[in-house]
């Protein structure tokens, strides 16, 4: 019998509810335009919601040095590692993004997290999406 590791974040759930937990104790506001998803329930578009999400915050975490907003982009990365959901499809599904205040790309982005925090899995099978 095989018996292989599993890492602590393998968990969606658990890398998801620390996003949330990031996100809700960064009370910083950043001056810019952001790219965020116009349907957030749009579970078709999540792989391309995300990548923006991750693109995003690296360029924060590049321009200000925030440990909160660190600590949501590594764990943005891991999710889309662990969530082969949340890989970008090859087949445009009409994802539509506009650009808003931080504060609209804020809670964009916590309401993806809190929708792929309550998906029984996380896995992509032939019927998913």
């Not at 949330?20 to 952001?34: E, Q």
């Not at 994802?95 to 964009?108: P, Y």
């Amino acid at each position: 019998m095989k018996i292989t590791s599993v890492s602590l974040y393998d968990n969606h759930t658990a890398v998801c509810a620390e996003i949330r937990h990031d996100l809700s104790a960064d009370n910083t506001t950043y001056n810019g335009y952001f790219k965020s998803p116009q349907n957030t329930s749009k579970e078709s578009c999540y792989g391309e919601f995300i990548t923006n999400f991750i693109s995003t915050l690296k360029n924060l975490t590049e321009k200000h040095k925030n440990d909160h907003l660190e600590k949501v982009y590594k764990n943005m990365k891991e999710l889309k590692r662990i969530c082969t959901k949340l890989q970008p499809t090859e087949s445009p599904k009409n994802c539509t993004i506009e650009l808003t205040d931080f504060s609209q790309f804020k809670e964009a982005l916590k309401t993806v997290v809190m929708y792929v925090e309550v998906w029984k899995s996380c896995r992509r099978t032939e019927d998913s999406l």
